[in-house]
């Protein structure tokens, strides 16, 4: 449980920062004020992001053998990281959003379903290459 929740931690951390990064401050105030559609605007940001997210979650499988987390397990951690990263971590960090703004915060933060489904691949992709 405590592995699946620290890989959890890293891959929203590591694709928070890879939105961040690929987006840019302006981008991300757009997107919470419009709508998390207007990412797709900007490609490198969602590019960025997914890729942190599957590479992290592949890193943290393999590294992880055979007690990795469970794929689900670790999507479900991560949505919950997301729904934390909403509800507390963004208001705390920008003062002008509050909790009202959480729904759309999370689906900027879950770069609109696109994080979960990396985070789903790449905890799944040393299962599938396993050799029998």
């Keep these: 449980m405590i592995a699946t929740l620290a890989s959890a931690a890293a891959v929203c951390v590591a694709s928070w920062l890879g939105l961040f990064l690929g ?9 919470v004020s419009i709508g998390p559609l207007t990412l797709f605007e900007h490609p490198l940001a969602i590019a960025l992001a997914t ?4 590479v992290i ?3 943290a499988a393999a ?12 999507v ?3 949505l919950l990281g997301d729904a934390i990263g ?22 900027v933060l879950a770069v609109v379903g696109l994080q979960p489904i990396a985070t789903l ?3 799944a992709a ?5 050799p029998a």
């Design 57 to 59: 979650a592949l890193a």
């Design 23 to 31: 987006a840019g401050n302006v981008c991300l105030q757009r997107s």
């Design 86 to 107: 909403a509800l507390i971590l963004a208001p705390l960090a920008v003062g002008e959003l509050t909790p009202l703004h959480a729904p759309v915060v999370f689906g």
């Design 121 to 123: 691949a790449g905890a």
């Design 63 to 74: 590294l992880r053998g055979s007690g990795q987390p469970r794929p689900l397990s670790l």
């Design 126 to 130: 040393p299962r599938v290459l396993r």
């Design 51 to 54: 890729g942190m997210a599957f």
């Design 76 to 78: 479900a951690a991560v």
